[in-house]
């Protein structure tokens, strides 16, 4: 089994930061895939940004130049840098990983529980 624990969300003004971090426990092997999704009120939930297991990162459209994500894989952490937030950034963020399990030999997809992250002056 794996936990991810997602941290640093609120409520923030338009043009503000915020930087969310996940927190992955459990029988980990290995991470391959380490990612961000967000779902709105009514709305499908989306990928945000993905960070794979040797430096490679990926951005929506809708993020590019405003959100960072980063990994630290010595400690199974992943975080997103959030700049420049808009109203249309509200959502839950949740946090996603591909990890192999300790003892086995295929990996398994992993959620967190995910965190409201609102901008609203």
């Known amino acids: 089994q794996v936990q991810l624990l997602e941290s640093g969300g609120g409520l923030v003004q338009p043009g503000g930061s915020l930087r969310l971090s996940c927190a992955a426990s459990g029988s980990i092997f290995s991470i391959n895939t380490m990612a961000w999704y967000r779902q709105a009120p009514g709305k499908q939930r989306e990928l945000v940004a993905t960070?794979?297991?040797?430096?490679?990162?990926n951005y929506a459209d809708s993020v590019k130049g405003r959100f960072t994500i980063s990994r630290d894989n010595a400690k199974n952490m992943v975080y997103l840098q959030m700049n420049s937030l808009k109203p249309e950034d509200t959502a839950v963020y949740f946090c996603y990983a591909v990890a192999r399990l300790t003892g086995w030999t295929t990996t398994t997809q992993w959620w967190g529980q995910g965190t409201q992250v609102t901008v609203s002056s």
């Open positions: 960070a794979i297991n040797g430096g490679s990162t």
